[in-house]
Each structure stands twice: as structure tokens, then as C-alpha cells.
């Protein structure tokens, strides 16, 4: 971020107050306002963030008014189009696009951790069956330090490293097993001759009686869709991670605060609330009653998979899912699936809406990619864990970059109190 030499003039009382403006390589200028209170005796207010920087990053720009999003200046739709997964994580993590001895090596890292520590086994025999996979990944990912205790000091760059890698080779280990637990099947354990996507559908899908040979049709469409969710920015979760993290929690319990936090279904458990709501819907005719009910102020449901806090465009991601949608459906024989007819026609009539178009809700990521998961044979409940899947490698770096940051301090808001003044305890016979 490099100073400027402009200023923000804030008068209180008739007292004025300089602040540095500061500006980006792209995107908006901030107002400096760290030392606003020790100057000025007062707070800035913005519950939800919808005004302010928490930090200054270099990893992944979104331009919501022109619908663009760049991982270290790479546009999301050429990175879906051309590269991969663990290239992409590459770059989210040392950041650029490596060479190919770097890569090979790189791949070959996370390869070779891709399993888990066998005792684990008895951690997920601990949940019931129909524990929600999210509460295990939750529960996992946390115990984590209690495993890999030779990669939980964060002051020692070797540990951050060997962390960063064991959690972006273990999580699709982590999140097939949660799927295996709940459906009653015996885990399958990764291969080291196939890819990231691949392995991940084969633990997935592949069962002692019947190995399973992903199509690489599916296995392209996975690893887009891991790259289609891989970071984005300064999203509730990784806010999560990084305060998380400001207060020296390991690495482990920091990717765990962010999971828990990507389950809400007004984040990443939007693509499940998406494809429970088009199900919901059933049919075409029904697509004009449940808009009136978005638009409806006295009712709370709102389209899941439409509108977010910084897209008031398109959402970037959601083109190419939409288009990784038509490919893998086609495939299957299922371009008729009646729940991607829904979407198309309620896509449709919400853009041609004028309450979507003058509040600027588009489709947002999870708005497609529920619909292509439930067709390669997700249930929905595994539609979150993908994501987190996906996104561990975005909360990893921004996690690693905070460390970095000889600035870095703890994060703790303040408020604006509204409670009741000073006021002396009443004996309760008194009361
Ligand atoms: C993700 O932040 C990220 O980057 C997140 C994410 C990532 O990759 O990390 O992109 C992933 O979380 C995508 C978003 C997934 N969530 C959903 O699809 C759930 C449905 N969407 C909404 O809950 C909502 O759009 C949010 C939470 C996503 C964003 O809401 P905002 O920006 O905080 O704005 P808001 O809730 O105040 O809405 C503004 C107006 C309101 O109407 P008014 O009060 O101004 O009259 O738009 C309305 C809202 O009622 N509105 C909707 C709506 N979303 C907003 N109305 C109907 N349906 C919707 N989906």
C-alpha cells in the first residue's frame, strides 16, 4: 500500500483531523484511520465491514462492479480455463505461477501427504454416522495439532511450511472420510499416481468390491470447481483465519475457526441452502412464487446462490461453473435434470427482474456448482466440505502472508455501547 499525499480532513467539534490517504495497485483508496482514536477520542462504526480494509494483501483483487477477480494478477476465468488446482495453490502461496521444476516439486510435497496419521481413524469413529460432515471436517482439522505437533509453531517458517502443505495434501483425505463415515463405508485411502481431483473422487466414490476410474471429464470439472473456490479476498472465513491466527493459534485451530465459519448458510453453505431451495422449487411454474417471496420484506427467505456483498455484477466464477455445469450433465445424460431446468429458468426470471437488477443480485459461485456436485453423486451435505476443501489453500496463504507482516498485532474491534451507564448492585431482597 504506498502512502499518497492527500489526506482525509475529519472535523469534530471544530477541530479537524488529517488523515493519510492511502492507495492501492488497484481497487479504491483507504482512509489510514489507526491512529484516529489516540487523536480524535473517537471510534469508526461499520458492523459487517461493508466500509473498511482489515488489512493490505496482495494475493486475490475483486472488482465487484465489473465482476473480476485476480489471484496474483491472474483473471479467474483464464486460470479455470488453462491452469489447475495445485498451480493455482501454488501461486496463491509463493506468489506467482511456477516454473515446472517448481511445480513437480510442489506436486510432489503434497503428494506424499495426503495421508493421514492412522490414529485418526478412531478421532472420526468418534462422530455418529449422521454427524454432518462439516462437523467432522470441523472436529478433524482442529485435532490436527494434536497429531502433527512438529508443524505447530508458527514462528518457525520450516513449521508454517510443512503446516501449509500437510493441510492442503490431507483435506480432500479428511473430506472423503467424513463422506465414507456417513454413508457407512470403509475409508479409501489416497494414491500417489493420480492427480489432486482424482484421488479425491477416487475416496470418494471407490469401494472395496468395485475400484473407481474417474472419468477425466469429471476429474477436469473437480478440479475447477477447486479452483473456482480457492480464495477470495477478505470473505467472512478468512477474516476468521486471520484474526484467528493474530492471536498465535497454530495453524490447525485456525483452518478449523475458518471451516466453522464457512458453514453458515450465508457463506459457503449457501451452495447446499441453493440446491435444498431449487429442489424446493421442483417445477418451472413454481419459479414465480418463490421470487415473490425474496422480494417479500416480511419474509426471510432470500434465493440462495444470488447476490453478494462485493459482486454487483456477475459473479466471475459463476460463468465458468455454469459452463463446467452444461459439460459434466452432458456427459452424464442429464442435461435434462430437472433441477438445472429450475436454476436456467430461475436465473432468468430474477435477472429480469427489476428488484435483483436495481439491488444488483446476480448469481453468485454457489449458485451452479451445488447442481454439478449433486450430478457427479454428492449428496448436498457434501457440498460444503468441498468448498472448504477448495478455500483451505486461499486461508492458508492469507494466513501466511499475515505472519509476514512486520506489522502484524492482534485484531480486537471495539464497539458502540449502547448498555446501561455505571450503576451500584441491588441486594435481591431489594429488587
Ligand atoms: C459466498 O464474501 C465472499 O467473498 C463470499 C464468497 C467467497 O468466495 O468466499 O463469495 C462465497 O459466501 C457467496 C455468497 C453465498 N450466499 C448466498 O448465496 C446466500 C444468499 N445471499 C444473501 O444472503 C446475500 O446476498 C449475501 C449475504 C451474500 C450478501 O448480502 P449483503 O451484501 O450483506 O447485503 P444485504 O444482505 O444487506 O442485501 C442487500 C439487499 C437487502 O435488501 P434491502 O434491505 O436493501 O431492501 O439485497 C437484498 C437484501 O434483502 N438481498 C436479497 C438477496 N441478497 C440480498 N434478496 C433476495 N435474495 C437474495 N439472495
Not at 254 to 259: E, L
Request: overall charge negative; proline content about 6%.
Amino acid at each position: 500500500m504506498a502512502e499518497t499525499n492527500k489526506t482525509a480532513t475529519l472535523t469534530i467539534d471544530g477541530q479537524s483531523y488529517e488523515l493519510p490517504i492511502l492507495s492501492p495497485t488497484a481497487g479504491p483508496d483507504v482512509i489510514d484511520i489507526r491512529k484516529l482514536y489516540a487523536q480524535a477520542g473517537v471510534f469508526t462504526y461499520d458492523p459487517g465491514f461493508t466500509s473498511t480494509a482489515s488489512t493490505d494483501s496482495t494475493i486475490t483483487f475483486i472488482d465487484g462492479g465489473k465482476g473480476e477477480l485476480l489471484h496474483r494478477g491472474y483473471p479467474i476465468d483464464q486460470l479455470a480455463g488453462q491452469s489447475n488446482y495445485l498451480e493455482v495453490c501454488y501461486a496463491l502461496l509463493y506468489g506467482d505461477l511456477p516454473s515446472k521444476a517448481q511445480m513437480d516439486d510442489f506436486e510432489a510435497r503434497v503428494t506424499n501427504h495426503t495421508m493421514l496419521h492412522e490414529q485418526m481413524v478412531n478421532f472420526f469413529r468418534g462422530f455418529r454416522r449422521d454427524a454432518h460432515p462439516m462437523a467432522i471436517m470441523v472436529g478433524v482439522v482442529g485435532a490436527m495439532s494434536a497429531f502433527y505437533h512438529d508443524s505447530t509453531d508458527i514462528s518457525d517458517p520450516w513449521q508454517r511450511e510443512v503446516a501449509s502443505i500437510r493441510l492442503i495434501a490431507k483435506m480432500p483425505t479428511i473430506a472423503a472420510w467424513a463422506y465414507k463415515y456417513s454413508i457407512g463405508q470403509p475409508f479409501v485411502y489416497p494414491r500417489n499416481d493420480l492427480d489432486y481431483a482424482s484421488n479425491f473422487l477416487r475416496m470418494c466414490f471407490s469401494v472395496p468390491a468395485e475400484d473407481y476410474v474417474p472419468d477425466p471429464i469429471l476429474s477436469k470439472a473437480m478440479d475447477r470447481i477447486f479452483t473456482l473456490h480457492a480464495d477470495h479476498e477478505q470473505n467472512a472465513s478468512t477474516s476468521t483465519v486471520r484474526l484467528a491466527s493474530s492471536s498465535g493459534a497454530n495453524p490447525f485451530a485456525c483452518i478449523a475457526a475458518g471451516i466453522a465459519c464457512l458453514w453458515g448458510p450465508a457463506h459457503g453453505g449457501a451452495n447446499q441452502a441453493c440446491l435444498e431451495m431449487l429442489r424446493e422449487i421442483g417445477t418451472v411454474d413454481r419459479i414465480p412464487e418463490f421470487i415473490a417471496r425474496a422480494k417479500d420484506k416480511e419474509d426471510p427467505f432470500r434465493l440462495m446462490g444470488f447476490g453478494h456483498r462485493v459482486y454487483k455484477n456477475f459473479d466471475p466464477r459463476a460463468k465458468v461453473m455454469k459452463q463446467s455445469a452444461d459439460e459434466v450433465l452432458d456427459l452424464l445424460g442429464v442435461e435434462n435434470n430437472p433441477v438445472l431446468q429450475v436454476a436456467k429458468e430461475l436465473e432468468k426470471a430474477a435477472l429480469a427482474d427489476p428488484y435483483f437488477a436495481d439491488k444488483k443480485l446476480f448469481p453468485n459461485v454457489d449458485f451452479y456448482s451445488g447442481i454439478i456436485l449433486e450430478a457427479m453423486g454428492f449428496p448436498t451435505s457434501m457440498f460444503t466440505p468441498i468448498f472448504a476443501l477448495s478455500r483451505t489453500v486461499g486461508w492458508i496463504s492469507q494466513w501466511k502472508e499475515q505472519l509476514d507482516d512486520p506489522q502484524l498485532k492482534i485484531g480486537r474491534p471495539r464497539q458502540l455501547y449502547k448498555g446501561e451507564t455505571l450503576r451500584d448492585y441491588v441486594p435481591i431482597d431489594k429488587r
